[in-house]
C-alpha cells in the first residue's frame, strides 16, 4: 500500500469514496433482488388468475357441449 508523497493528500480520499461506491452498489443489488420477487410474484399471480379463466371457460364449453 505504497501511496508515496501523493498518497498522503489523496488516499483517504480515494477510499472514503470507493467505500460511497460499495455502499451504492450493495443498495442498487437489493433493488434489483427485492424488483425480482415483485416480478416474479406478480408473475405468478397473472398464471394462477389466467389459469382460473382457463378453467371457467372450459367449463362453459363443456356444459354447451362444445369440447
Same mark, same amino acid.
Given at each position: =500500500?505504497s501511496?508515496g508523497?501523493v498518497g !498522503? %493528500?489523496t +488516499?483517504?480520499? *480515494?477510499t472514503n469514496?470507493l &467505500?460511497s461506491?460499495? /455502499?451504492l !452498489?450493495?443498495?442498487m443489488q =437489493?433493488?434489483?433482488?427485492?424488483? &425480482?420477487e +415483485? %416480478?416474479?410474484?406478480a $408473475?405468478?399471480? *397473472?398464471?394462477?388468475? @389466467? @389459469? =382460473?379463466? $382457463?378453467?371457467a %371457460? +372450459?367449463?362453459i364449453?363443456e356444459r354447451? /357441449?362444445? @369440447?
Amino acid at each position: =500500500e505504497s501511496w508515496g508523497a501523493v498518497g !498522503l %493528500f489523496t +488516499k483517504q480520499g *480515494y477510499t472514503n469514496m470507493l &467505500g460511497s461506491l460499495k /455502499g451504492l !452498489l450493495d443498495q442498487m443489488q =437489493e433493488g434489483c433482488r427485492q424488483a &425480482g420477487e +415483485k %416480478f416474479s410474484a406478480a $408473475a405468478r399471480v *397473472y398464471t394462477e388468475t @389466467d @389459469d =382460473e379463466i $382457463a378453467g371457467a %371457460f +372450459k367449463s362453459i364449453a363443456e356444459r354447451l /357441449g362444445d @369440447d
